[in-house]
């Protein structure tokens, strides 16, 4: 079980199996690797049937990981072109409305137990969209979210967090796109 600490700002709890998961303001640094992650399933139709390829292989679903990270992707997508709007208030609100919240009995230092309140209930058979939108709704909440972007370099487009007038996720990415854009000058 992870330490769950008192009154520390930016903090939220699910529980799950358990297990008391203390979430922190550092877990959009899970975020964005979530996002940077999803891969793209191709779907096609064949007789009938739906096929699913990853990677050019026919797979039979699309795993729960794969499921969560495309998920925050397409958020996170919104979020970047329209900032928070009343359609990912409204769409957030509806994933979430079924989650339960309870109150779990904590062990202490000094002996004396204490309840933490507010704790999601995520016991439920595994429903990765709410899993996934009550971790992206708390990093709206507290700002986790400020400062989110995408890397300009077209084959890269990764999201990252920065200053208001970066453009790219990385040193790599940059000297790649002065890199390409001096050959492109090149050869006019
Ligand atoms: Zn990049």
Known sequence: ????????????????????????????DMLLSAANDASDYE??????????????????????????????????????????????????????????????????ESGIPYWQNNVADMNKSPNVLEAAGYAFAHQLTIGGLEGLKRCQLPDCENFFIGRPNAKWCSKSCGSKYRVRKKRKRGLE
Do not use: Q
């Open 1 to 28: 079980m992870k330490k769950a600490l008192h009154d520390e700002s930016g903090v939220f709890f699910t529980f799950r199996e358990g297990d008391l998961i203390a979430w922190r303001p550092h877990d959009i």
């Open 43 to 108: 779907v096609s139709k064949k007789n009938g049937f739906t096929i699913l390829k990853k990677n050019g292989v026919v797979v039979t679903r699309v795993s729960l990981e794969d499921e969560f990270c495309s998920i925050v992707h397409d958020w996170m997508c919104d979020f970047v072109d329209e900032g928070v709007t009343d359609e990912l208030i409204d769409e957030l609100n509806d994933v979430l409305a079924d989650i339960r919240y309870i109150h779990v009995l904590m062990p202490s």
